[in-house]
């Protein structure tokens, strides 16, 4: 009986498994295979970047790039599926090593306590590791604030939406949208952010993202001050640079009470963007309880992922 269950139900038993893997034993960054795939996307970007390039040209060499790189990698993973013997392992496998949060949590988490020990400089080092922007002229309340956005935002990149794409297209799909992910992430940490060469992947990643991002910052926003974060959304969120960032920092501001957004620097070049809420802006007190609410936004998808599935046992028996 057991032994059915098991071989009928394999592919979400392998799906939770892998969460809960990706939970309590996340792969140590330094030999982790995002990282060695990161290093080879920056160098195709800096073999492919010329700056006094015309623009249309940038378009070109930035999506013929990026979709060469992807095709290659898909083609040799399904490749490998055809002949696995259990593929459904091998899927649980791949959503583990697509999956990207706990370190990030972890990296936040201590940013906090170096700034509570007045350690901003070890602070900075650790947070440039995390974000494309320039931290150094940053205040502790700046490292704060460049913390929690970038907690948020690659929350909801690397872990939430990989979840919904491998739940909506298997693994496959969540494979091509976490290697766009890198790619462009390898890509920004050399250039501008408004730069042309990076506009096809960046333009490509917002429609892939508009709704999984939506509904990570509805996720949010029903935990707490749910009221708040719709007047955000509708004040902030819809008229930011980029409107699903705008979407999170909105109900992450709402929820937690502080202000974020504001002006950042990039390889020199201050970039205004708007600032989020007018309220007091964070301290290190503020990143546990982002980190907590994440939490919560991941047990909820959790418990709705197996309500899902048991009303679907309940409708096909």
């Known amino acids: 009986m057991i032994t059915h269950f098991v071989q ?29 795939l990161s290093i080879i996307f920056a160098a195709l970007g800096e073999r492919l970047y010329n700056r006094s390039n015309p623009t249309s040209y940038q378009y070109l060499a930035s999506t013929l790039a990026f979709t060469l790189t992807v095709l290659v990698i898909v083609i040799l993973v399904v490749l490998f599926l055809e002949f696995a013997f259990y ?59 460049a913390t929690m956005e970038s907690l948020v935002l690659q929350s909801a990149r690397h872990y939430f939406a990989v979840i919904f794409f491998y739940l909506i297209g298997g693994p496959i799909s969540a494979i091509v949208y976490r290697l766009l992910t890198l790619i462009h992430q390898s890509w920004r940490k050399k250039q ?4 042309p060469f990076l506009k096809p992947i960046a333009k490509l990643l917002f429609v ?12 949010i926003a029903a935990t707490n001050a749910s009221k708040h974060s719709i007047h955000y959304i509708k004040y902030y969120g819809r008229h930011f640079y980029q409107t699903n960032t705008g979407w999170l920092l909105s109900v992450t501001s709402a929820a937690l009470h502080v202000q974020l957004g504001g002006p950042a620097l990039y390889q020199g070049e201050r970039y205004n ?9 964070p301290t290190a007190d503020d990143i546990p309880v982002l980190v907590n609410r994440l939490n919560q936004a991941k047990a909820f ?9 048991i009303a679907t046992l309940l409708l096909v028996n």
């Not at 498994?17 to 982790?32: C, D, G, K, Q």
């Open 87 to 145: 593929p459904e392992l091998l899927n649980g496998l791949i959503l583990y090593l697509l999956l990207s949060s706990r370190l990030q949590e972890k990296k936040s988490l201590r940013i906090a306590r170096l700034i509570k020990q007045n350690q901003k400089a070890i602070a900075k080092e650790l947070l440039s590791s995390l974000v494309a922007r320039d931290v150094s002229r940053l205040s502790s309340p700046g490292i704060c604030k």
């Open 273 to 281: 963007k708007m600032r989020v809420g007018t309220e007091r802006l």
């Open 8 to 36: 009928t139900h394999l592919d979400i038993i392998v799906f939770f498994i892998a969460l809960l893997a990706e939970r309590f034993f996340p792969l140590v960054s330094w030999y982790h295979p995002n990282t060695f």
């Open 301 to 309: 998808w959790l418990l709705s992922i197996v309500a899902i599935e």
């Open 192 to 195: 501008q952010p408004n730069s």
């Open 208 to 219: 892939l993202e508009w709704l999984p991002t939506r509904l990570v910052a509805i996720t």
